[in-house]
């Protein structure tokens, strides 16, 4: 599995499948391994996935300072990777908590941003998911069909649309690859110490000029919509798109219309 050293000497590994330009992408987590993308919904047949274990997840080395791993200071990892392959302007993707990187990654480096794709956000400059939301969508959706089901196998079947064979297999796939440490999430999601700081980040991605696609599930009871909605707004060439029958893993739930709308997004 090809590797590179970030900016601090982390060893960070990365993997590379698929054919075409290359689509550098960044998991959610915080501390999911690279491998919970998948294919991204057979994403794979129109771009080259360059798919980066975060520090602190998957077969990438955890630092001795936890500070590192905050997501803002992440976004220097992509700049390593990026200067690594020899990309000019890349396209770039994050799911999740992967997107708060990929954003603060185009916040300090917009010239090096060809096209951003941010699926099922966790917020703008922090985590910002409205919980009032996510636990109404959770109500709704206790009764469905499958819902037990899930829950037996120890998901947490909001998280997913329908509860189907190729939801089970993620969340089994999940469940097999190496667990982040306990402390990673409070270390990865730092907060703007102030409404004026929050205020001068969120101007910093305002003006960042590339187009940039932002994919939410309808029934997604992990970050719901409002995050996503808000994310969108901001760019100025921001798109929200709002994928029926989905939750949090899209490509999972609906993989064609998934596919295709992020292909067709890279494409224009």
């Given amino acids: 599995m090809p590797q590179f050293t970030s900016y601090d000497g982390t060893s960070l590994y990365y993997s590379v ?41 998957g077969r990438s080395e955890t630092p001795a300072d936890r500070a590192s791993c ?10 390593g990777l990026r200067r690594h392959l020899g ?11 992967g997107t708060l990187t990929a954003q603060a990654f185009a916040a300090d480096h917009p010239e090096a941003v060809e096209r951003l794709v941010l699926v099922t956000p966790a ?22 069909p499958g819902s037990a089901e899930a829950s037996a196998a120890g998901a947490q079947p909001w998280s997913y649309g329908p509860w189907t064979d190729a939801a089970r297999r993620h969340f089994e796939a999940d469940a097999g690859y190496p667990q982040p440490p306990s402390w990673l999430r409070e270390a990865f999601y730092v907060r703007p110490d102030s409404e004026a700081a929050a205020a001068a980040q969120a101007a910093r991605r305002a003006a960042v000029r590339s187009p940039v696609l932002v994919v939410a599930g309808a029934e997604d009871g992990v ?3 409002g ?38 997004f890279l494409d224009g």
């Fill in 17 to 57: 499948a698929g054919s075409g330009p290359v689509l550098v992408c960044l998991a959610g987590g915080p501390g999911a391994d690279a491998r919970d993308l998948g294919d991204l919904g057979g994403l794979e047949r129109f771009r080259t996935l360059v798919m980066l274990d975060a520090r602190a997840a």
């Fill in 70 to 79: 905050a997501f803002p200071a992440q976004a220097r990892d992509v700049e």
């Fill in 87 to 97: 990309i000019g302007r890349l396209d770039l993707l994050g799911h999740s908590a």
């Fill in 123 to 144: 917020g703008l400059v922090a985590r910002e998911v409205d919980e009032a939301e996510v636990a109404a969508i959770r109500a709704r959706r206790a009764d469905e």
């Fill in 223 to 225: 970050a719901g919509v």
């Fill in 227 to 264: 995050a996503a909605r808000r994310v969108a707004s901001c760019y100025p060439a921001g798109r929200l798109e709002v994928l029926a029958g989905c939750g949090h893993w899209p490509w999972v739930d609906r993989p064609a219309a998934f596919r295709d709308l992020v292909a067709g």
